[in-house]
């Protein structure tokens, strides 16, 4: 799968709470409306600026935090492509997969704000167009990209009745 | 080889041997959703189109972050939660009963048990030596709905800790200290295990701290092995029959080891917006910041012998006028407790205003928000940016003894000053 868009640069540890904040606890039961807020709390102007195909793009610990589950799907939701960081918190590297949000493990430091990238999710290349670099990430591990090719852990036990790694 | 303790355990459960690196599906013995990542566990099941759960007595929903619920949304979530558990027979922890950790580990949590929950801090369980850890709705649905759930076996990291703790130093501060050293993803995807006669002389309420704050180091999982203090816990919780006896092979192989000295140890200070950011409270940054509200409780720092330290502090005296003192038992039974002591009468007189069990203004939904540019100390375990419902506002966090100093001087103090 290859996805184009623009990177909006996000610093270090991008908590859960920058995401999705607990004040909006009440909009959990109301996805639509909580991510009209998504990343808020880190970058006001993101949720209402982002268009279908751009990328998060943070540094280290993406994700730290809480483990709601709201928070990778309301970027999905807002129309993120992906989400590409030097390295991610445990929790939300798993409810991304599990939700079906693509998450790249690549050294982001050379990307920045604005950049047009292009994720090509099956080879493990991140190409920047504008600075005309690409750059490589590992594919992920084998249990993982079953679950995201069945379309999330929801769609993957309804198919095979069970979590079936192998 | 032998096995570190989270690989007997997830062993145990995948029913063979296993070792770090290996994924594998376990049996689920424990699952527990909030009322703030429950709604969307049920939606999920219910996408599964499950009318039934695998083991409905051994899952909690706990209505414990909105509790009791200052809006109508939060509201129709209680309900929400309340009705699909009448239908299926998962229990409910009600408005008032307390946080899930503190509740699971006073009536659920036992040694050698797997625990997952929808909630980060589920890994407090590996104070009674379960291997509890956080997960998101969706995995926590697939865990209720068949009993199991895949995992990858973590690597350990033994944190070896010795001598005996100074004066008005804590495991708070220990553990503040071993997440400055690792750094907040300097544990990542691993497991913990915390070991040395340090630990062996923590009560359970101590030992809590260090695996509810596993998290804030990256970690899956923070294990202490069971021993005669987790014994006698369960015992007090009327749960003898539920120990046995789990720990690590003498000869296991870690990842690395983390020595630390007990004794050369000083209250310490996480400042804001990230845990990692950790400093001794004699800090010049950090002594003398101006305190607008002091915030004692969370299923870090609310139990009974936190309360019973503070108003072991503040008895007699009165907190400082422009400080507010906010205390939230962890748990109805911590709060009795402190009621029939006189520890809450104590708070009282000093000033405090004592809220009723659950997470009150930990997570910004409601008891406790805090003005624009306001500074609170913080006995929880996170003081990300927004974290206490205002991204405008500072959280410091430390433990019960360093609240109390800090409440009676309006500042940040060295609880060592106070008599
Ligand atoms: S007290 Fe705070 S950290 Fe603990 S479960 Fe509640 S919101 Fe989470």
Redesign the interface.
């Known amino acids: 799968m290859i996805i184009k868009g623009k990177a909006w640069k996000f610093g270090d540890?991008i908590?859960t709470?920058?995401i999705a904040?607990?004040?909006l606890?009440?909009?959990?039961?109301?996805l639509p409306e909580l991510a009209k807020h998504v990343l808020e709390?880190a970058r006001p102007e993101f949720a209402g600026q982002v268009k279908a195909g751009d990328f998060v793009v943070g540094g280290?610990?993406f994700g730290?935090?809480?483990?709601?589950?709201?928070a990778p799907i309301i970027i999905k939701m807002a129309g993120v492509g992906a989400v590409l960081a030097q390295?991610f918190?445990?929790?939300f590297f798993?409810?991304a997969i599990?939700?079906g949000l693509p998450v790249v493990i690549v050294d982001t430091d050379s990307i920045e704000e604005g950049d047009e990238l292009e994720v090509n999710l099956g080879a493990g290349k991140v190409i920047n167009r504008t600075k005309g670099k690409t750059l490589t990430f590992p594919p992920l591990?084998a249990?993982m990209t079953r679950i995201l090719d069945d379309g999330?852990?929801?769609a993957h036990?309804?198919k095979c009745g069970?979590?079936k790694?192998d | 080889m032998g096995k570190t303790m989270v690989e007997r355990i997830i062993g145990q459960h995948a029913g063979r041997e296993v070792s770090a690196g290996e994924?594998v599906?376990a049996q689920v013995d424990l699952c527990l959703a909030q009322d703030?990542?429950g709604?969307?566990a049920v939606r999920?099941m219910q996408?599964?189109g499950l009318t039934k759960v695998a083991n409905p007595e051994n899952v909690v929903f706990f209505l414990d972050?909105?509790s009791p619920s200052p809006?109508r949304?939060?509201s129709?979530?209680h309900r929400?939660l309340r009705e699909f558990a009448a239908r299926t027979g998962i229990r409910v922890s009600d408005l008032g009963e307390g946080i899930s950790h503190q509740v699971m580990s006073e009536r659920y949590t036992r040694p050698g048990a797997i625990l997952i929950?929808?909630?980060?801090h589920?890994c407090t369980g590996g104070a009674l030596g379960a291997f509890a850890t956080?997960?998101?709705?969706?995995?926590v649905?697939?865990g209720i709905?068949?009993g199991?759930?895949?995992l990858?076996v973590p690597e350990s990291v033994k944190v070896q800790v010795n001598g005996a703790l100074p004066r008005r130093v804590y495991a708070k501060d220990l553990m503040l200290h071993i997440i400055g050293l690792l750094g907040?993803?300097g544990a990542?995807?691993q497991s913990l295990e915390f070991c040395g006669d340090t630990i062996r002389a923590l009560g359970m309420s101590e030992r809590m701290v260090l695996s509810n704050m596993a998290v804030e180091a990256?970690a899956?999982c923070g294990l202490i092995a069971s021993d005669e203090v987790t014994r006698s816990f369960l015992a007090e919780q009327g749960r003898a029959k539920d120990f046995c006896s789990i720990g690590p092979d003498p000869d296991a192989s870690y990842e690395r080891t983390l020595e630390i000295d007990a004794t050369s140890l000083r209250p310490m200070v996480s400042l804001p917006h990230?845990v990692d950011n950790v400093k001794p409270v004699d800090h010049a940054d950090v002594v003398g910041t101006k305190i607008d509200q002091v915030f004692v409780g969370t299923c870090t720092n609310g139990r009974l012998e936190d309360l019973r330290l503070l108003a072991r502090m503040l008895r007699g005296k009165r907190k400082h006028p422009d400080t507010r003192l906010i205390v939230v038992p962890a748990s109805k039974k911590v709060f009795l407790a402190a009621l029939k002591e006189g520890v809450i009468e104590t708070l009282l007189e000093a000033g405090a205003l004592v809220n009723s069990p659950g997470c009150g203004p930990c997570?910004?939904?409601h008891c406790g928000?805090l003005a624009d540019g306001e500074c609170c100390l913080s006995t929880a375990n996170?003081n990300?940016?927004?974290?206490?419902?205002?991204?405008e506002a500072f959280i410091y966090l430390a433990s019960p003894a360093t609240a109390a100093a800090s409440a009676l001087k309006g500042e940040i103090a060295d609880p060592r000053e106070v008599t």
């Open positions: 540890q908590s709470d920058h904040p607990g004040r606890f009440h909009l959990r039961s109301n709390d280290r610990n730290l935090g809480s483990s709601r589950e709201h390295s918190a445990r929790i798993r409810n599990n939700v591990p249990v999330g852990l929801i036990v309804h069970d979590i790694l | 994924i599906v703030g990542t709604p969307l999920q996408k599964l972050h909105a809006r949304e939060l129709n979530d929400f929950g929808a909630d980060s589920t956080g997960m998101g709705s969706t995995d649905a697939i709905a068949l199991k759930t895949w990858r907040s993803d990542d995807y990256g899956k990230t997570v910004g939904v928000v996170r990300f940016k927004g974290r206490m419902g205002n991204p």
